[in-house]
């Protein structure tokens, strides 16, 4: 699915730290959204900045921050970054997109 077609609609990401490297890429395009904890590995924040560390834990995506979380999953070595619609569940970016 290409960007413009998410554009407008509500999204979330979730991270699946079983596949995460830590390589810290996520956090670099988008701090806002993704950071480090001290066991090495990158998880999604939610709209309080706390850190959702359970499986599964999503995290909305600021439409202003849409590229940089796009960036994020594209670049991301592990494949671990999910970025999917909130209406249907749908992924749009990340390693199950269609």
């Not at 290409?2 to 554009?7: N, Q, R, Y």
């Not at 609609?9 to 950071?35: M, S």
């Not at 706390?50 to 849409?66: D, F, N, S």
């Amino acid at each position: 699915m290409t960007s413009e077609a998410a554009v407008g609609e509500p999204l979330e990401v979730w991270i699946d730290q079983a596949l995460c490297t830590g390589d810290g890429i996520c956090v670099q395009y988008a701090p806002e959204v993704f950071e480090m904890d001290i066991d090495g590995l990158a998880y999604v924040k939610g709209e309080d900045d706390e850190l959702r560390q359970q499986a599964g834990e999503t995290a909305p995506v600021p439409l202003t921050l849409l590229r940089d979380v796009v960036d994020s999953a594209k670049e991301c070595p592990g494949d671990c970054i999910h970025v999917r619609r909130v209406s249907d569940g749908v992924e749009v970016y990340g390693p199950d997109a269609d």
